[in-house]
């Protein structure tokens, strides 16, 4: 069976999707803008300055702690298109953020009817009435343009956090707790109350309780340590510490194991004709450990938990791995065959 060594690189890809807030180890983040600050932001998860980032210009509206831990931004007026928030999360505001001079640009104003056309009153049930719903309301409401119950609307469920008036006009809502997934809010023009919101009976759920752990397994490992469970798991678990070491925020990483069980050792041996099974030419048996090395394929599931100031990441991962001593007699155990299955990837309040 063949198997090739991918785990600096893997553990190098998953790193590069948690944003660094860059503040000192230990420190409490706080958020660095305020509600009235006119800023630059990127729309999406990538920095300011990078190739797939969406700069967008607004102002904060609000900035939410506790479990939601983001800002709410009034984006600058757009000639043609409607007023609409956008929410980013705290944690990428050093890279994901900048201030602007000065207040945002005034609102448009539509031109003034011509002589001898009357503007045409506004419909009921338009833009001009008041919200019927207000803060802590449970709602369901359509997370797009159709009204609940057309073919196309998305019903989704939530508890009302703001009711914004003047330019914004809109309800920004926290939506119910859905497992294994982190928590959102979703704004939505108050025009659309009418077919795209009803009152739900009740409070929203309660969010689940994860469980993450804090503690790392039993170590460390030395060069005159055996194959065993423990051995493994705590070389596992380095290596988790490693991929997060260039985060200046990271606090501890903590981690527990689900599943561990090992398979039948095998010897790194030099292939039958030097060929793998799909003909391709590679002498050794596992390109990664030195010929001659025993070799212990294991199948792992784990929580990792990596712990920062105010929120916390948790994965839940699913992989094989093939663990043997290297060429300086050190225990490694990289990603073997199969892919890797993330079951649980959530951004936590603390």
Same mark, same amino acid.
């Given at each position: 069976?063949?198997?090739?060594?991918?785990?600096?690189?893997?553990?190098?890809?998953?790193?590069? !999707?948690?944003?660094?807030?860059? @503040?000192?180890?230990?420190?409490?983040?706080?958020?660095?803008?305020?509600?009235?600050?006119? @800023?630059?932001?990127?729309?999406?998860?990538? $920095?300011?300055?990078?190739?797939?980032? %969406?700069?967008?210009?607004?102002?904060?509206?609000?900035?939410?702690? #506790?479990?939601?831990?983001?800002?709410?931004?009034?984006?600058?007026?757009?000639?043609?298109?409607?007023?609409?928030?956008?929410?980013?999360?705290?944690?990428?505001?050093?890279?994901?953020?900048? /201030? =602007?001079?000065?207040?945002?640009?005034?609102?448009?104003?539509?031109?003034?009817?011509?002589? !001898?056309?009357?503007?045409?009153?506004?419909? /009921? &049930?338009?833009?001009?009435?008041?919200?019927?719903?207000?803060?802590?309301?449970?709602?369901?409401?359509?997370?797009?343009?159709? $009204?609940? !119950?057309?073919?196309?609307?998305?019903?989704?469920?939530?508890?009302?956090?703001?009711?914004?008036?003047?330019?914004?006009?809109?309800?920004?809502?926290?939506?119910?707790?859905?497992?294994?997934?982190?928590?959102?809010? %979703?704004?939505?023009?108050?025009?659309?109350?009418?077919? &795209?919101?009803?009152?739900?009976? &009740?409070?929203?759920?309660?969010?689940?309780?994860?469980?993450?752990?804090?503690?790392?397994?039993?170590?460390?490992?030395?060069?005159?340590?055996?194959?065993?469970?423990?051995?493994?798991?705590? @070389?596992?678990?380095?290596?988790?510490?490693?991929?997060?070491?260039?985060?200046?925020?990271?606090?501890?990483? #903590?981690?527990? *194991?689900? %599943?561990?069980?090992?398979?039948?050792?095998?010897?790194?041996? %030099?292939?039958?004709?030097? =060929?793998?099974?799909?003909?391709?030419?590679?002498?050794?048996?596992?390109? &990664?450990?030195?010929? #001659?090395?025993?070799?212990?394929?294991?199948?792992?599931?784990?929580?990792?938990?990596?712990?920062?100031?105010?929120?916390?990441?948790?994965?839940?991962?699913?992989?094989?791995?093939? $663990?043997?001593?290297?060429?300086?007699?050190?225990?490694?155990?990289?990603?073997?065959?199969?892919?890797?299955? *993330?079951?649980?990837?959530?951004?936590?309040?603390?």
């Amino acid at each position: 069976m063949t198997r090739r060594v991918c785990c600096t690189s893997l553990r190098l890809l998953v790193a590069l !999707g948690v944003l660094s807030t860059s @503040v000192a180890f230990g420190q409490q983040v706080q958020p660095k803008y305020k509600v009235g600050d006119h @800023v630059e932001f990127s729309a999406n998860g990538a $920095c300011l300055g990078e190739q797939y980032a %969406i700069p967008t210009n607004g102002t904060i509206i609000q900035v939410n702690l #506790g479990y939601t831990m983001n800002y709410v931004m009034q984006v600058d007026p757009e000639p043609g298109r409607s007023p609409r928030t956008v929410s980013r999360p705290i944690y990428t505001q050093d890279c994901g953020f900048r /201030p =602007l001079a000065g207040p945002a640009p005034a609102a448009t104003t539509p031109p003034a009817p011509a002589p !001898g056309n009357p503007p045409v009153p506004a419909q /009921p &049930g338009g833009p001009t009435n008041g919200p019927k719903y207000k803060v802590g309301d449970h709602v369901e409401f359509s997370a797009n343009g159709a $009204c609940l !119950g057309d073919q196309f609307a998305i019903p989704t469920k939530g508890t009302i956090i703001q009711v914004n008036l003047g330019n914004t006009m809109n309800y920004v809502m926290q939506v119910d707790p859905e497992p294994n997934k982190s928590p959102k809010t %979703i704004s939505r023009p108050i025009y659309t109350q009418d077919c &795209g919101f009803r009152l739900l009976a &009740g409070p929203a759920p309660a969010a689940p309780k994860y469980t993450c752990p804090a503690d790392p397994p039993a170590g460390p490992v030395s060069k005159t340590d055996g194959p065993s469970q423990q051995v493994f798991e705590r @070389v596992i678990y380095d290596d988790a510490v490693e991929a997060e070491a260039t985060h200046a925020d990271v606090q501890k990483v #903590g981690m527990s *194991f689900q %599943i561990f069980q090992m398979g039948q050792p095998y010897t790194n041996q %030099i292939t039958q004709g030097g =060929l793998r099974a799909d003909a391709s030419l590679h002498l050794l048996m596992h390109d &990664g450990a030195p010929q #001659g090395a025993t070799i212990y394929p294991v199948k792992v599931r784990y929580t990792e938990c990596i712990q920062r100031p105010t929120w916390k990441r948790l994965w839940v991962i699913e992989q094989n791995r093939d $663990c043997f001593k290297n060429k300086l007699g050190d225990w490694a155990c990289p990603v073997g065959t199969g892919a890797t299955k *993330f079951l649980t990837q959530l951004d936590l309040p603390n």
